[in-house]
């Protein structure tokens, strides 16, 4: 009878993170066999030629005769079909990609949160103390490098930067991981990355900008993502997705740097998989215009919007005039702990001023003298619709670390460095709206439009003069519950009756004070 036998697979058109995977399962599973599949990537067979001696591999056809007790796959959960598998053989998936498809009797998975599958192996070896040769160390670094874009992918995990960190301790070589990371492209792929430069089309999907290419080539092209990579880098889109017609196919490579673009969701309608920042596809029986008109609709369909300026701005901004002294504006800035306030004249931003501005002009001692000498000028703005990416452009250009929101000609608030950081949380906190936001959107929709006006022109008034303005009350209770009501009490932080005042003035109406309690 004969002996049965235990192999260890992975995909075709094999990548760094599935022949490290081979060698992490083989040292974990000794008994196996790892074998490389017929087709690996360029640089792959680069690295085997030079240590190949060195590694346990097997090509597909030494492979031993008889029947299969267990498959071992690592890096992909497609199930092949070989001689010598049967119901009874075993099937253990190995994959840092979340679990496609319900298992069956005989099936099991284990996988985890990683940038690389490689890293779940490395994390298993490390703790049953498994020795490594410098070579075996260095292949395993670079699945974990080429997966996670040398650590630098969002995807990327304290426990791959661990692993990193173990194997370089086992004597991996940087210097090799860099020399096979790296690789020049081939003529054709220069080809086929000058007719994809040249049919890129940029589109704008509920807030993200998406880069879609496409070419047709008559030969076969190898290692398409490599020229994802160098596309990125030009466009810088939120996401990026590659058609390429081959011969009976299309090869789909798509890119995500946004969590609001799964890759992986729009991969799937394709018959391909892969997880949310990085996938691909195999496509046939289906032309190139179809297949692009396809990929149109799924983004439209399962793109979320991005999150907005309006999502993380601060309301009830504090402004200054051009005629302000700079001493005042000092004032200002220790009384709020603000580092900087938009510059306001009748009604409309005409400039920003900053901590750095104040301090040189007190360097001086011109306290006394205006804003308006030492301020940022120029209508320097977002809209609360604005995405954060743009946001940030506006920051860089103009070298800012806040900004003033303004909303049909009038500023409703700002946004500064602080708000964008917060954004560097949890998946899980960056989906929660801030609070301020949310209570803003309740107040505009539990207020009646002459009334909402009322009470922004207060706001506005208070802000002026360096006042704080509050809604207190029974109110308060009523809008978190969602109960409607009109029966308003604002609290000042500064002289209510002026504030009434004024606010009179503006818009009409009579004003009954009480000085004794400083209400009106």
């Given at each position: 009878?004969?002996?049965?036998?235990?192999?260890?697979?992975?995909?075709?058109?094999?990548?760094?993170?599935?022949?490290?995977?081979?060698?992490?399962?083989?040292?974990?599973?000794?008994?196996?066999?790892?074998?490389?599949?017929?087709?690996?990537?360029?640089?792959?067979?680069?690295?085997?030629?030079?240590?190949?001696?060195?590694?346990?591999?097997?090509?597909?056809?030494?492979?031993?005769?008889?029947?299969?007790?267990?498959?071992?796959?690592?890096?992909?959960?497609?199930?092949?079909?070989?001689?010598?598998?049967?119901?009874?053989?075993?099937?253990?998936?190995?994959?840092?990609?979340?679990?496609?498809?319900?298992?069956?009797?005989?099936?099991?998975?284990?996988?985890?949160?990683?940038?690389?599958?490689?890293?779940?192996?490395?994390?298993?070896?490390?703790?049953?103390?498994?020795?490594?040769?410098?070579?075996?160390?260095?292949?395993?670094?670079?699945?974990?490098?080429?997966?996670?874009?040398?650590?630098?992918?969002?995807?990327?995990?304290?426990?791959?930067?661990?692993?990193?960190?173990?194997?370089?301790?086992?004597?991996?070589?940087?210097?090799?991981?860099?020399?096979?990371?790296?690789?020049?492209?081939?003529?054709?792929?220069?080809?086929?990355?000058?007719?994809?430069?040249?049919?890129?089309?940029?589109?704008?999907?509920?807030?993200?900008?998406?880069?879609?290419?496409?070419?047709?080539?008559?030969?076969?092209?190898?290692?398409?993502?490599?020229?994802?990579?160098?596309?990125?880098?030009?466009?810088?889109?939120?996401?990026?997705?590659?058609?390429?017609?081959?011969?009976?196919?299309?090869?789909?490579?798509?890119?995500?740097?946004?969590?609001?673009?799964?890759v992986a969701q729009i991969a799937a309608h394709l018959n391909g998989g892969g997880h949310g920042r990085a996938a691909a596809a195999l496509i046939r029986g289906r032309t190139l215009a179809d297949t692009h008109q396809q990929l149109?609709?799924?983004?439209?369909?399962?793109?979320?919007?991005?999150?907005?300026?309006?999502?993380?701005?601060?309301?009830?901004?504090?402004?200054?005039?051009?005629?302000?002294?700079?001493?005042?504006?000092?004032?200002?800035?220790?009384?709020?702990?603000?580092?900087?306030?938009?510059?306001?004249?009748?009604?409309?931003?005409?400039?920003?001023?900053?901590?750095?501005?104040?301090?040189?002009?007190?360097?001086?001692?011109?306290?006394?003298?205006?804003?308006?000498?030492?301020?940022?000028?120029?209508?320097?703005?977002?809209?609360?619709?604005?995405?954060?990416?743009?946001?940030?452009?506006?920051?860089?250009?103009?070298?800012?670390?806040?900004?003033?929101?303004?909303?049909?000609?009038?500023?409703?608030?700002?946004?500064?460095?602080?708000?964008?950081?917060?954004?560097?949380?949890?998946?899980?906190?960056?989906?929660?709206?801030?609070?301020?936001?949310?209570?803003?959107?309740?107040?505009?929709?539990?207020?009646?439009?002459?009334?909402?006006?009322?009470?922004?022109?207060?706001?506005?008034?208070?802000?002026?003069?360096?006042?704080?303005?509050?809604?207190?009350?029974?109110?308060?209770?009523?809008?978190?519950?969602?109960?409607?009501?009109?029966?308003?009490?604002?609290?000042?932080?500064?002289?209510?009756?002026?504030?009434?005042?004024?606010?009179?003035?503006?818009?009409?109406?009579?004003?009954?004070?009480?000085?004794?309690?400083?209400?009106?």
């Amino acid at each position: 009878m004969a002996r049965e036998i235990e192999v260890i697979l992975t995909h075709e058109n094999t990548d760094f993170d599935a022949l490290a995977s081979l060698l992490g399962a083989a040292k974990l599973y000794p008994q196996a066999k790892p074998v490389v599949p017929r087709r690996p990537n360029r640089n792959l067979r680069d690295f085997l030629t030079l240590y190949w001696d060195e590694l346990p591999f097997l090509q597909r056809d030494e492979l031993p005769r008889g029947p299969m007790r267990r498959v071992i796959l690592v890096d992909t959960q497609a199930i092949p079909h070989l001689k010598g598998m049967s119901r009874e053989t075993e099937v253990h998936i190995i994959d840092h990609h979340p679990l496609s498809h319900e298992l069956e009797e005989g099936m099991t998975y284990s996988g985890g949160e990683t940038g690389a599958t490689a890293t779940i192996l490395v994390e298993q070896i490390c703790e049953t103390n498994i020795s490594l040769s410098p070579i075996e160390a260095t292949l395993l670094l670079l699945g974990i490098y080429e997966d996670t874009g040398s650590l630098s992918y969002p995807t990327t995990t304290p426990r791959d930067l661990r692993c990193a960190a173990w194997l370089l301790e086992q004597g991996a070589s940087l210097e090799v991981v860099n020399d096979f990371l790296h690789h020049p492209l081939t003529e054709k792929q220069r080809e086929l990355y000058n007719q994809l430069l040249e049919n890129s089309q940029s589109f704008d999907f509920a807030g993200h900008s998406v880069v879609i290419a496409t070419a047709t080539v008559s030969d076969y092209v190898e290692e398409i993502s490599t020229l994802a990579h160098r596309l990125r880098d030009i466009f810088d889109p939120a996401a990026l997705f590659l058609l390429v017609e081959m011969d009976d196919h299309i090869q789909f490579v798509a890119r995500s740097s946004s969590e609001d673009i799964d890759v992986a969701q729009i991969a799937a309608h394709l018959n391909g998989g892969g997880h949310g920042r990085a996938a691909a596809a195999l496509i046939r029986g289906r032309t190139l215009a179809d297949t692009h008109q396809q990929l149109l609709d799924l983004l439209q369909e399962h793109i979320k919007p991005t999150v907005t300026v309006g999502q993380i701005m601060s309301y009830g901004v504090h402004t200054l005039s051009p005629e302000t002294t700079v001493a005042e504006a000092e004032e200002m800035m220790r009384r709020y702990g603000h580092e900087g306030f938009p510059v306001v004249e009748n009604g409309q931003v005409v400039g920003t001023l900053t901590r750095r501005e104040i301090d040189k002009a007190l360097h001086h001692r011109l306290g006394g003298a205006a804003i308006s000498l030492y301020m940022h000028k120029g209508a320097i703005s977002v809209s609360p619709d604005d995405s954060v990416a743009h946001l940030q452009q506006v920051m860089m250009k103009h070298g800012l670390g806040q900004v003033p929101v303004v909303k049909d000609g009038e500023v409703i608030g700002i946004v500064t460095r602080t708000d964008l950081i917060k954004l560097w949380s949890t998946p899980k906190q960056r989906t929660e709206r801030p609070r301020a936001a949310k209570i803003a959107q309740l107040i505009e929709q539990a207020l009646p439009a002459p009334l909402l006006k009322v009470i922004q022109q207060a706001s506005r008034i208070a802000s002026h003069k360096g006042y704080s303005l509050y809604f207190v009350g029974g109110f308060v209770r009523d809008l978190l519950l969602g109960t409607p009501t009109l029966d308003i009490d604002l609290v000042v932080e500064g002289d209510a009756i002026k504030l009434a005042r004024r606010l009179s003035r503006q818009i009409g109406g009579r004003v009954r004070s009480h000085a004794r309690f400083g209400t009106a």
